[in-house]
């Protein structure tokens, strides 16, 4: 199976795999908004994308503090202009971290920005989407190879620099989108900038539900339910994934802001990434009243043995 920017992950064997595909994972008959509301959002989106093009450079020149505000704004802004209601329990604890969070879709990433502003930790392929990617340096992305594993160690010490610096960085440890029912192990070589940064290290759990007719004309439920129609997944292209959202009707998005693991809770990468993957995972798996569980995600395949490795790199894990 390929991933959304066209990489066959069998190429490396530490490359990020995600078992969930389009035929699998995505509705195929989604509630859709009306033909006014569609054309809406996307005079909306036009207007907002092409203001953060326009402000990035300014907004480099503010101080900290007002460019966050900025940032928030306009990161909100896009959810709003989608149609998106978000939904964010928790706050993010102060100062420089390691923000970490469950990875579904492109989405996440003005989610993250707009409740944690940081630099993103991206792929090297988002730096050539239009417009995001020029958006996505101005902002100050850390871009990883992630075919590459020798430059790996290279990435984690301009990680753990820019966390020394007093920045926030986010990153999505899983590697690989996921469609919100599958989640993967998140990988411990970001976390070991953490460790030498000595910051705190900041869970963030994003869910994406629905309210009402998620699955077509006829089907209505009262119940949330988790919804797959943001994830972007498999052969899936960016601009089939804006469609999506865009026509999304009743898509709501839940971000929980975690506590906190303080720096020296942990005594490897490898321990802090499985309690940071477990307090996700828990936050996920917790439904309220009405909601429904997401019910058994896709079989997974059997992990593949691995040979010891030094502590440190290139292994990813």
């Known amino acids: 199976m390929g991933t959304p920017d066209g990489t066959d992950p069998r190429a490396n064997p530490w490359f990020p795999f995600s078992p969930c595909t389009v035929a699998g994972c995505l509705p195929r008959r989604p509630a859709a908004a009306g033909a006014v509301r569609r054309a809406a959002r996307w005079a909306a989106l036009a207007a907002v994308l092409p203001a953060g093009v326009a402000l990035s450079p300014a907004a480099r020149l503010l101080a900290p503090a007002r460019r966050a505000v900025l940032v928030r704004w306009w990161c909100a802004a896009i959810a709003a202009a989608l149609g998106v209601r978000v939904r964010v329990t928790g706050r993010p604890v102060a100062g420089p971290a390691l923000v970490v969070a469950n990875h579904v879709s492109w989405l996440d990433v003005p989610l993250l920005a707009a409740v944690a502003p940081g630099r993103m930790v991206a792929k090297r392929e988002v730096g050539r989407y239009p417009v995001l990617g020029r958006l996505a340096a101005r902002g100050g992305t850390l871009f990883i190879d992630r075919e590459r594993l020798m430059g790996l160690p290279g990435t984690v010490a301009e990680v753990a620099s820019a966390l020394r610096a007093g920045s926030t960085v986010v990153a999505f440890p899983e590697g690989s989108t996921?469609?919100?029912?599958?989640?993967?192990?998140?990988?411990?070589?970001?976390?070991?900038?953490?460790?030498?940064?000595?910051?705190?290290?900041?869970?963030?759990?994003?869910?994406?539900?629905?309210?009402?007719?998620?699955?077509?004309?006829?089907?209505?439920?009262?119940?949330?339910?988790?919804?797959?129609?943001?994830?972007?997944?498999?052969?899936?292209?960016?601009?089939?994934?804006?469609?999506?959202?865009?026509?999304?009707?009743?898509l709501v998005a839940e971000v929980t802001v975690l506590p906190s693991l303080p720096p020296g809770t942990h005594s490897g990468r490898r321990a802090l990434a499985a309690a940071a993957r477990e307090a996700v995972e828990a936050a996920l798996d917790t439904g309220g009243p009405g909601r429904r569980s997401p019910g058994p995600p896709p079989a997974r395949r059997a992990p593949v043995p691995r040979p010891d490795v030094s502590p440190r790199w290139p292994d990813p894990r």
């Open 178 to 250: 996921r469609c919100g029912r599958e989640r993967g192990a998140f990988r411990g070589a970001l976390f070991q900038a953490a460790l030498e940064a000595g910051v705190p290290v900041q869970p963030v759990a994003i869910r994406y539900l629905t309210h009402g007719a998620a699955h077509g004309k006829g089907l209505t439920d009262a119940a949330e339910t988790v919804d797959t129609r943001p994830a972007f997944v498999g052969e899936d292209t960016l601009a089939a994934s804006l469609r999506r959202v865009a026509a999304a009707r009743g």
